[in-house]
């Protein structure tokens, strides 16, 4: 929008992580400092507090371009309360089988897979985001896994990040023993008014655009009403750019600066009192309709091949989401599943599996498992398997949803030939001829006996069929459809 009027290679003040843009002022790079040394010396607990947006994730995404590649990193990301035992989410982090297995079989999976990255001269590091967001109980289980270290090597290493809220939960006599196996933490503080006005202008410059284009006082007021948090400073910058450039101002003054906190007052926004933490957290609304407006403006932008825009949009409708009609809301499996399209798109594989599984247990739970949505998502983890060549992964899925389409529209319905055919390649890909034989002259069977035209998209029908209702308030919004699943895709 204002880009080419302020000459930017592109926008400089984004909402999401950018390493490339990442400010290594005297707090950050300090905090960065803190963690390269937990990696390079091999420490077993490292812990990075800070506020909402002040950068952590910036800042570890920084360390992982840096670092060679002898390393094997794992994420856990949205983290809650409810999230149970930790073992299936570490196992998911590192591309490990998690579902139908106990615990017992979870850890020793675990530990034989630390033993074969330890003899490959590789290091295992694992990441946890918004840590403060797990309970004391998971937290402990982590502090256990650190168990498997010996005194000489470390085979596993855990970097944790959180708010400050987890800095008072490591405090807490259960903790004592996690506590004591911290050896490096940090806790970012916010931006000072100098470090403001050099952050602002650091962004500007890195984006090729004018290092002095938001005026001296304009930074003031820009420090005054973000507190120096990192990700509202950028929020405010890029209203005020959105205002300069309806004015055709060729700097951001104080005053374009003013209007904007004027205009977003009464919505919540920048207030000038409020400086406890619920004043950052109504930066989000909390209104459903408005994510439902912010998934469609991402939709169009993944139309358009926008990708960033798009992402920056689908993260908006999440948090509002999340903070209105909960965590396991079908309308927010919807939203998880554009943003997992978004990712498979980018090929961000790893990122778009976890969406998509978080998207499968959302609708399992509340639509019921005879769901199209949960046939939809099942296919649509197939199909982000194949495109990785993870043909072993991708066939249970799709006898799973075969089996949906079976209960729901019985066993001889002409939709159930089209996904029949599917299966037969996916099984003579694996080798499987005899069972790929079986399921083409069932096929063969069922078009014989059809009478109608077969529906090359059997979630047509299945949008009719009976599923469980919906008992919260809203409705509920239909998931991407992957259309008929290919054939395997080749190997890389």
């Known amino acids: 929008m204002y880009e080419s009027f302020y000459k930017f290679k592109e926008k400089p003040f984004s909402l999401l992580p950018d390493p490339a843009f990442l400010y290594l002022g005297k707090q950050h790079s300090n905090a960065f400092a803190t963690l390269e040394y937990g990696i390079m010396d091999q420490l ?27 390393f094997t990193v794992g994420l856990i990301a949205n983290t809650h309360q409810t999230l149970g035992d930790v073992l299936p989410w570490v196992a998911l982090a590192f591309g490990l089988s998690y579902k139908n297995k106990t615990k017992v079989e979870l850890y020793d ?13 590789k290091r295992t590091v694992l990441i946890v985001d918004e840590a403060q967001n797990m309970d004391l109980d998971t937290l402990e ?25 987890l800095r008072e939960m490591l405090r807490q006599p259960k903790l004592e023993q996690f506590a004591q196996r911290i050896a490096a933490n940090f806790h970012l503080e916010a931006l000072n008014a100098e470090e403001t006005s050099q952050y602002i202008q650091h962004r500007l410059k890195i984006a090729e655009g004018n290092p002095a284009l938001f ?22 910058c890029d209203m005020a750019l959105v205002y300069g450039y309806s ?38 609304p909390r209104d459903p309709q408005l994510a439902k407006n912010l998934n469609n403006i991402g939709n169009v932008y993944r139309s358009q091949g926008k990708f960033e825009e798009a992402e920056a949009n689908y993260m908006r409708a999440i948090a509002i989401l999340e903070n209105s009609v909960g965590a396991e809301h079908p309308n927010l499996a919807t939203v998880l599943n554009n943003l997992a399209v978004l990712y498979r798109k980018q090929s961000k594989y790893k990122e778009a599996e976890v969406l998509y599984r978080r998207v499968l247990s959302i609708v399992e739970k509340a639509l019921g498992p005879k769901h ?74 069922i078009e014989k006996k059809a009478t109608i035209k077969i529906d090359p998209n059997p979630t047509a029908r299945l949008q009719r069929s009976p599923g469980k ?10 998931l991407n459809e992957p259309g008929s699943v290919p054939g395997p895709a080749k190997k890389y």
Not at 49 to 64: M, Q
Not at 258 to 283: C, H, N, T
Request: a negative charge; hydrophobic letters at 40%; glycine letters at 6%.
């Open 372 to 445: 199209r949505n949960v046939y939809i998502s099942l296919n649509n983890l197939a199909l982000l398997y194949q495109k990785q060549g993870k043909y072993m992964e991708a066939e249970p899925l799709m006898k799973r949803a075969l089996a949906i389409l079976e209960k729901t529209l019985g066993p001889d319905h002409p939709d159930i030939a089209t996904n029949l055919k599917n299966f037969a390649r996916l099984q003579r890909y694996l080798g499987r001829d005899k069972e790929a034989a079986e399921s083409e002259e069932r096929a063969a069977a």
């Open 44 to 70: 077993g607990i490292t812990v990075i507090t800070g506020e909402i947006g002040s950068g952590k994730t910036s800042l570890v995404r920084h360390l992982l371009n840096k670092i060679e590649t002898n």
């Open 141 to 165: 289980e982590l502090r256990m896994l650190s168990n498997i270290n010996s005194d000489k090597d470390q085979v596993l290493q855990l970097i944790l990040l959180g708010q400050p809220e």
């Open 247 to 284: 004015e055709k101002q060729q700097t951001i003054n104080a005053r374009l600066v003013s209007e904007v906190i004027s205009d977003k007052a009464d919505g919540g926004l920048f207030p000038s009192e409020a400086r406890d933490k619920q004043g950052l957290e109504e930066f989000w």
């Open 469 to 478: 209702p919906v008992t919260s308030s809203g409705s509920v919004e239909p």
């Open 109 to 121: 999976n675990f530990v034989q897979f630390l033993i074969k990255e330890y003899a490959r001269g």
């Open 215 to 236: 005026e001296a006082a304009a930074c003031e007021m820009i420090h005054e009403h973000t507190r120096g948090i990192p990700r509202l400073i950028n929020m405010l």
